[in-house]
């Protein structure tokens, strides 16, 4: 059974578990100027061609870019075959 066939939404969801070193970086969050982890991941998966259904959520704590590890869930069009 295709259990996508029962969904309503044509959106793909996926959750991303990431580690880095925080030094690297000088924000979570992406800020104008500043290198971010946030932005750095956009970077990576726009060269991946990644379809946006939606932009970047982070979840948990991102006012401490040494934490070293974060989420982010990101939805994603998908085309039926």
Same mark, same amino acid.
């Given at each position: 059974?295709?259990?996508?066939?029962? =969904? /309503? @939404?044509? /959106? !793909? #969801? %996926? +959750?991303? %578990?990431? @580690?880095?070193? #925080?030094? /690297?970086?000088?924000?979570?969050? =992406? +800020?104008?100027?500043?290198? @971010?982890?946030?932005?750095?991941?956009?970077?990576?998966? =726009?060269?991946?061609?990644?379809? !946006?259904? /939606?932009?970047?959520?982070?979840? #948990?704590?991102?006012?401490?870019?040494?934490?070293?590890? #974060? =989420?982010? %869930?990101?939805?994603?069009?998908?085309?039926?075959?």
């Amino acid at each position: 059974m295709d259990i996508r066939a029962v =969904e /309503k @939404s044509k /959106k !793909w #969801g %996926y +959750m991303f %578990y990431i @580690s880095y070193n #925080g030094a /690297k970086f000088q924000s979570f969050d =992406e +800020m104008n100027e500043k290198k @971010s982890i946030k932005g750095k991941f956009r970077e990576v998966m =726009e060269k991946i061609d990644f379809t !946006w259904a /939606k932009g970047v959520q982070q979840a #948990g704590r991102t006012d401490d870019i040494r934490k070293c590890a #974060g =989420e982010f %869930y990101v939805t994603h069009c998908y085309q039926r075959r």
